[in-house]
């Protein structure tokens, strides 16, 4: 156990420092991945909603191709489609070799993913609220950029929480695909001590025991954004939506 | 007619897309099979037991499943390479020998977590008057859940399950990472070889055709599940005669 631990230490010895460079990366992935998932989870929302037809099924396609094509081949194509895509734009101008930043290609395939899951949920969110909000924001007087601020998003937020929460977690485990494309994440910075070392299970042990920690650390921050946007409810019943994943 | 990639690496795929199936329909079955102690488990008045479950959900949900395979695939291979003699002689060793059994265990114990957690809800969503009614007329504890609280968590249960299913279609890429010829592994394969890209726009099609014949597969058992809580929408012999009003 003593030697086991010894592994684990910092410095030139141990893969201490190696596997906790690769947490940071896993963490900033996930963290770099978020906004551009929600923001895009937003815009395809509002297409759903639209009254352009092409808008519309547009939304629809994406979610349901973005949902059905597994994570891993998803990172695939956009890191070998992405390589060639640029490699023929650069070619136009230059001979120089291009290479496509592994972490970028994972951040978009992420987010894209991200974006179609947090895109039904924002979905249910809009649904679930009733167009009486709308129509009483009409009839202060307000513009309708004005009415989706003040009134619909701050009840959209309450509404999308919990179900976006769950696509936090479930973007924090997605993160370990990227170590296919040789992204020094927590996974492949566990699997090279794995290499050297011949100590499988307790490193993989090690590197589960992280991602369950990052877990537990997103759950409490979790609950207490949640207290936060729910502090209008207090003393009432909540309406929560939870959107159906996949179907 | 047909591209010349699909002509080399079409059949192939095709085979790949057999032991994606096969992956699948077998860890799914074993983790169902799996699910049901730990579901006894998780509702279980028992602090211990519902704990021990609590504990096997918590983290093969909070972990990546590529993580678990890994930890299936290379560390119980680290215990069954030092017990090689006695597997062999036990004749074992055929199934610790092929990755595709590892990740059939790695998927199982992951998929059990999650229908688990789909079970327990679903039971938890049957009204507890249905157990009162039930018991009070005397019905014993097999077919009072069989008779009355099956059929009810069942329409719960359903969606939820056939999303765990697309869910594990999709992980079940990752098998590819190990070694394993599945639809991914063979599209990786032929990639490698032609580097023609479109090969992967082939697999998503068929990944695609996967999911959505899940889709409607459970849109029609849904619509079988539930079909006596829909009004009925052909019109009765009393309707259809235009003595009654039709009330939409």
């Not at chain 1, 059905?68 to 070619?91: N, R």
């Not at chain 1, 695909?177 to 090690?206: H, M």
């Amino acid at each position: 156990m003593a030697d086991l631990l010894q592994l684990l230490s910092y410095g030139p010895t141990g893969w201490g420092d190696e596997i906790l460079s690769g947490a940071s990366l896993t963490v900033r992935l996930a963290l770099a991945t978020l906004p551009v998932g929600l923001l895009l989870g937003f815009l395809l929302a509002l297409a759903r909603r639209s009254r352009a037809r092409f808008l519309r099924g547009f939304s629809e396609v994406f979610s349901t191709v973005f949902r059905g094509i597994p994570e891993l081949l998803m990172i695939f194509i956009i890191y070998f489609g992405g390589q060639k895509l640029l490699q023929f734009i650069v070619s136009r101008f230059s001979d120089s070799p291009v290479e496509v930043n592994a972490f970028v290609a994972g951040m978009i395939a992420l987010g894209l993913i991200h974006a179609a899951y947090s895109g039904e949920v924002f979905t249910a969110a809009f649904n679930a609220i009733p167009s009486g909000q709308w129509e009483g924001g009409a009839a202060i007087g307000l513009r309708k950029f004005q009415v989706m601020r003040l009134i619909i998003f701050p009840q959209l937020v309450r509404l999308a929480l919990p179900a976006l929460a769950n696509l936090w977690l479930v973007l924090i485990k997605d993160t370990a695909y990227v170590s296919a494309i040789a992204l020094n994440d927590l996974l492949r910075q566990t699997s090279v001590a794995v290499g050297t070392t011949k100590e499988p299970f307790f490193f993989y042990a090690v590197a589960c025991l992280l991602y369950l920690l990052m877990s537990i650390v997103s759950s409490v921050g979790i609950s207490a954004i949640e207290r936060w946007s729910e502090r209008s409810q207090r003393g009432r019943a909540t309406v929560r939506v939870s959107a159906e994943a996949a179907i | 007619m047909i591209p010349d990639l699909l002509v080399r690496h079409g059949a192939r795929l095709l085979h790949g897309l057999l032991i994606t199936l096969e992956l699948v329909a077998i860890s799914g079955v074993i983790g169902a099979l799996l699910a049901i102690p730990l579901t006894i488990g998780r509702l279980s008045k028992n602090r211990f037991v519902s704990a021990l479950a609590f504990g096997y959900v918590y983290f093969f949900r909070g972990t990546p499943l590529l993580a678990q395979l890994f930890l299936v695939y290379y560390g119980v291979g680290e215990f069954a390479g030092q017990y090689a003699p006695q597997l062999k002689a036990m004749g074992l060793w055929v199934y610790l020998r092929d990755a595709f059994y590892y990740a059939v265990l790695a998927f199982a114990l992951n998929t059990a977590a999650y229908q688990a957690e789909i079970f327990r809800g679903a039971i938890s969503s049957v009204a507890r008057g249905q157990w009162e009614a039930a018991l009070s007329l005397g019905l014993h504890r097999l077919p009072l859940l069989w008779k009355v609280i099956a059929p009810q968590a069942a329409i719960v249960a359903l969606r939820p399950l056939g999303n765990e299913l697309i869910l594990l279609i999709k992980a079940s890429a990752i098998a590819s990472i190990v070694t394993v010829l599945d639809l991914m592994g063979e599209t990786r394969l032929a990639f490698s070889r032609s580097y023609d890209l479109s090969i992967y726009f082939y697999a998503a099609i068929l990944y695609l055709v996967m999911v959505e014949v899940i889709r409607r597969l459970w849109n029609a058992m849904d619509r079988r599940l539930t079909r006596h809580l829909r009004r009925e929408s052909r019109p009765t012999p009393t309707e259809a005669a235009g003595l009654v009003p039709v009330i939409e």
